[in-house]
């Protein structure tokens, strides 16, 4: 599953129509995290994002697939509609409920624009040293 020899990290995929990521990390919250950088990265250059301002989001969730396109677009939902990148990710788990933290800046996409994260051959798995990996597709 891809070069993992970071703990965490991400890598595109080459994929015929839209876009697609493996990320990897060692729990399902960092999962998360890189998750929403892989996105942001496919749109801009991240690290030129200064975490200027702070938003928080709970999410109720069915199932962990669920949870992470629920996740993704509600980062996608709050960039349109506020004009804003995002490069600083938080997430944990309270109650069965994804709470999640993110910032950044006024701005917008200056490679892709990530219109979705989509199930199309989404995938989260736990490999045998512990790692979590996720493929994600995203409709671009």
Partial sequence: MGNVSNPAG???LNHVADRAVHVWAPSLEALFEQAARAMFSLMTDISAIHPERRHEITIETEDLETALVDWLNALLFWRETQGEM?????VR????LLRGEFAGQ???PTFAVVKAATFHD?????????LWHATIVFDT
Avoid: T
Avoid at 93 to 96: H, Q, R, Y
């Fill in 86 to 90: 995002y490069s600083d990710f938080r």
């Fill in 10 to 12: 991400f890598e595109e």
């Fill in 93 to 96: 788990w309270e109650d069965g």
């Fill in 122 to 130: 989404l995938r989260i798995e736990q490999d045998e040293q512990g």
């Fill in 106 to 108: 006024p701005g917008y």
